[in-house]
């Protein structure tokens, strides 16, 4: 750790955190940020390369002073300096600088759910299907989409740390679905048109559950790729659930199936 912690909000350090709050410096310098003691605990326990710890002890939470980073470079902020680059209100006191490292998405076994996001852009969505597609037991997500920005630190704060626990993999299209064909993945598409339901569909074995954006919904390639189409039932005035809470419906389903048939 630094003998003295940085006080000065003009110090070159504070101001390069500061500038990676912008997705193009992230993708420039190969870096971003991961804020709070849970996303940071998951990080680590997923082996993310962390180039240094950031911290403020006067703002620790109880799970700040319990984190394994004592072989890692540690430099302390002031509350002032910490509370400049910090995007949270009340933070815990912990923020690490990480690598970008790209990490090969696991072979699945015979029951394997894969989440696959079309076009989705908006990180709280992103992070919190993350989330979702973790404690659901998913095997991994693909994320297809220009915008898609997994440094981002609202998607990171919305998953929890899930980022790092859930394979993830951002790639296009056809990249993806020949990915999917050569692993003998069922597509399904879910979309407001089709006439059968998610829960009437068989959801166990390899299936890959395709979901696209609120506005524009699932995109033609993906469409004409499925090889089923599911909707979710609406009852009342409103004709569409948030993507994050349709995806939990269907993944839920899918862990449902799977262990029903003493899948994982």
Known sequence: MSREPILS?????????????????????????????????????????????????????????????????????????????????????????????????????????????????????????????DGAGAHATLLVGDGLDLGNPNLIRASQGSVFTQPTAVLPGQDALDWLRARQFTLLACTPQATRTYWDAPLAGRVALLLGTE??????????AADVQVSIPMRGAADSLNVATAGALVLYEALRQRASLGGP
């Open 9 to 133: 909000l003009q110090n070159t350090q504070l101001k390069r955190l500061i500038r990676l709050r912008e997705r193009r410096e992230r993708l420039r310098d190969g870096v971003y940020l991961i804020e709070g003691a849970r996303e940071l605990s998951r990080a680590l326990s997923a082996g993310v390369p962390i180039e240094t710890v950031y911290t403020c002890p006067e703002l620790f939470s109880s799970g700040a002073h319990t984190l394994p980073w004592a072989d890692l470079p540690t430099t302390e902020l002031g509350r002032a300096a910490f509370e400049k680059v910090s995007l949270r209100e009340g933070p815990d006191g912990v923020l690490a600088l990480a690598r970008w490292e790209a990490r090969p998405l696991p072979e699945p076994p015979e029951q394997a759910t894969v989440l696959v996001l079309d076009g989705l852009e908006k990180p709280g969505n992103v992070g919190a299907l993350l989330r979702t597609a």
């Open 215 to 224: 506005h524009a919904g699932l995109g033609s390639f993906w469409q004409a």
